[in-house]
């Protein structure tokens, strides 16, 4: 499965964005889905993640209550929706196709694709 973001951009602290993910190949909908994101000079670190069906979500502690994880299956498309947004939100994001270890999220057979910049200022 390829995969493009998008979405992102420069907002102030308190605003809203709402990313994009685009997926291509038939087998989407069988894919748990979830967002990374990278800001410079950190690793990369999970921040949410949404079952195959969409029935169950998860969030990275950080984001909890601000950020909301939703797809589409019919679109091949998943979202996330960020709210009160923080300058420490500022990263490249990264959607990906991920699979649930003993110490959480991670990229599942390396499905992740190109970022988009979100940067916040204060």
């Known amino acids: 499965v390829q995969l493009q973001a998008s979405g992102g951009g420069l907002v102030q602290a308190g605003g809203s964005l709402r990313l994009s993910c685009a997926a291509s190949?038939?087998?989407?909908?069988?894919?748990?889905m979830g967002w990374f994101r990278q800001a410079p000079g950190k690793e990369r670190e999970f921040v949410a993640a949404?079952?195959?069906?969409?029935?169950?979500?998860y969030y990275a502690d950080s984001v909890k209550g601000r950020f909301n994880v939703s797809r589409d299956n019919a679109k091949n498309t998943v979202y996330l929706q960020m709210n009160s947004l923080k300058p420490e939100d500022t990263a490249v994001y990264y959607c990906a196709a991920v699979k649930a270890t003993s110490t959480g999220w991670e990229i599942f057979n390396d499905y992740w694709g190109q970022g988009t910049q979100v940067t916040v200022s204060s």
């Open positions: 190949g038939h087998t989407f909908s069988s894919y748990h």
């Open positions: 949404i079952t195959w069906s969409g029935g169950l979500t």
